[in-house]
């Protein structure tokens, strides 16, 4: 499947065939700067949408790179699991409550 990779800077989005380390050194076409490897679920706004970019910048910066995040659900017995995806949200107030919410589940790098 392939992944998409994300420069911030200049909002571009390029779809590219997964290739193991490219995502460390891929600079961008536009401005030359490292781009992003985000997985192929994620939609990229219009490059005119600022602020949704500035949400998707603090949701990266934040370690939360659109992999799959999940609802917590507790049993009767105190058994913890972990089910339902969470959607991501699109504005920076909803960003910052998703990310306290979900912090443990952030990728760590």
Known sequence: MGHKKVCLECRVSLNRPFDKGSELN???PECGKKMTLLPHRFRPPKK?????WETIRFLIEKGFY????????????GVTSYKNYVAYPDNIR????????????????
């Open 26 to 28: 891929y600079p961008c």
């Open 94 to 109: 909803d960003a910052k409550e998703f990310v306290e919410k979900f912090k443990e589940q952030a990728r760590k790098n």
């Open 66 to 77: 659109f992999q799959h995040i999940y609802e917590k659900v507790e049993t009767k017995n």
């Open 48 to 52: 005119s949408e600022e602020k949704q």
